[in-house]
């Protein structure tokens, strides 16, 4: 069992930062990837698969980004790869969002890392918001 605690949501003006944190304990394995997935709010009604996958970073240091969070977000964990960040700048209005962490016992393809069916466990989620 992978237990995933976010942090760092809030609200912040277009244009603004906002640093989301996850800290990530119990079985931990050798081989992972994580993610941060977010959900919009008009989109919340269609429950988790409707979260759109925003950036993955694996234990090989690989990162993969969404086209709308490339340049503008970034996704940093710590060398023990306990603790996962999302550092986002440039917020836009349409960045506002739950976010959540996700994580995987294993590696995964490029291609599938940011899909929400390959990821085993999740955290609670942070709220984003983002106002004009």
């Not at 960040?85 to 836009?92: A, C, P, T």
């Amino acid at each position: 069992q992978v237990y995933l605690a976010e942090s760092g949501g809030g609200s912040v003006q277009s244009g603004g930062s906002l640093r989301l944190s996850c800290v990530v304990s119990g079985n931990l394995f050798h081989r992972y990837c994580m993610a941060w997935f977010r959900l919009a709010p008009e989109k919340a009604r269609e429950g988790e698969k409707a979260r759109e996958g925003v950036a993955s970073v694996c234990n090989d240091g690989e990162t993969t980004y969404s086209d709308s969070a490339e340049g503008r977000f970034t996704i940093l964990q710590d060398t023990a790869g306990t603790t996962l960040h999302l550092q986002m700048d440039n917020l836009h209005v349409e960045d506002t969002a739950l976010y959540y962490c996700a994580y995987w016992p294993g590696s995964l393809a490029p291609s599938i890392r940011l899909l929400t069916s390959s990821y085993k466990w999740w955290g609670q989620g942070t709220q984003v918001t983002v106002s004009s």
